[in-house]
């Protein structure tokens, strides 16, 4: 029987594309204050380059775009990473999590910069909304996603173990790989306006796919209903 439900943050429980935009409007007033142009084109820019051309490098692609110096990019970075962001769960996360919490324990496991990832939960009002949360940051990054040991710690501080957990994410690389390296079963969210909607990725297939939170609680009592076979049971 399923005793926790564990969360993924980004682009699970809200829309991550809000982070990057209040991020981007942060270091275009940065610019903007440098000389380097109005702050309502430099936004359009940075979320152009973001939303067209992939979120890996984009303050780097900026300042070739925009003519700032190179050198400015590390300090930029620091602004992104320190803006405080305001952001809104999404609509199906307050009554999902609110129906959970009366039949299992609660968990959330989120990968990024520590401080960066407080202030996220802090601004979504979900910093007590677990009975248990693991930044993987807190405890290097050699253990964010995929590794096992953000997921097994997180079933540790709720006092189930992995057979009876379900993990809930996104990102096939790193959620569902990571659930997998761990030993849970997995649920990837394809939330219509999520990064990793239209990722593929056949080496990590979830157990199981939804695209919102309104069809969990029917899937998780379907699971329940279907006893897991071990490992090497050859049933």
Partial sequence: ?????????????????????????????????????????????????????????????????????????????????????????????????ERLRRRYRLGCITDGFADVQRRKLHALGLADAFDAIVIADDHGRQNWKPAAYPFLLCCRSLGVTTDCTVFVGDNPDRDMAGARNAGLRSIRIRRERGYFCRYACAAYPADYEITDLETLIPLLESIDAVPRVPAGDAR
């Fill in 1 to 97: 029987m399923i005793q926790a439900v564990l969360f993924d943050l980004d682009d699970t429980l809200y829309e991550e594309a809000d982070f990057f935009r209040g991020g981007f409007a942060a270091v275009a007033q940065e610019l903007e204050s440098r000389g380097a142009g109005s702050a309502a084109r430099i936004r359009r820019e940075l979320a152009d380059i973001h939303f067209g051309q992939g979120r890996d490098g984009v303050l780097t692609k900026a300042a070739e775009r925009l003519a700032f110096p190179a050198e400015w990019v590390p300090e930029l970075v620091a602004v992104f990473r320190a803006h405080q962001p305001v952001l809104e769960v999404a609509g199906d996360v307050p009554a999902t999590l």
